[in-house]
């Protein structure tokens, strides 16, 4: 004997019976939204692109920048003149470049700005 089963009844949705206008209405909606989406999308990964684009180029700069400091290292020191300064500007382009490649500055390089020893500001003091 077959146990009785509750009858399942599929219901149809109102929608289906509604004007075909009104139908067509919100389906003209539904695509317009999904553009417009679609266009949003696009101007977000056009302005991700470009800013990759602009880090690229800093990063690529940054590099030049560090190895023209290691260049005026090994010269400060060969000539035995000058070393300070010429390390001093390599710890600043090697914690730009290392800066743009983690995104954060290396705790170095901030624990020797925090102590004061950023020339922006001392220049400053001087010109007064």
């Known amino acids: 004997m077959i146990a009785s089963m509750p009858a399942r009844k599929r219901h149809r949705k109102a929608e289906e019976h509604r004007d075909p206008i009104v139908r067509f209405a919100e389906a003209l909606k539904r695509t317009e939204l999904r ?23 800093d990063l ?16 400060a020191r060969a000539a035995r003149s000058g070393i300070a300064e010429a390390d001093q500007l390599w710890q600043i382009a090697k914690a730009r470049v290392i800066e743009l490649e983690t995104g954060t500055p290396p705790k ?10 950023d020339d922006d500001n001392s220049d400053d003091a001087r010109s007064d």
Request: charged share 40%.
């Open 35 to 57: 553009e417009q989406k679609e266009r949003e999308r696009q101007a977000e990964a056009k302005e991700a692109a470009k800013r990759a684009a602009v880090h690229a180029e």
């Open 108 to 117: 170095w390089a901030a624990a020797s700005h925090e102590n004061g020893d």
């Open 60 to 75: 690529r700069l940054a590099k030049v920048e560090l190895e023209q400091s290691i260049a005026k290292v090994k010269a």
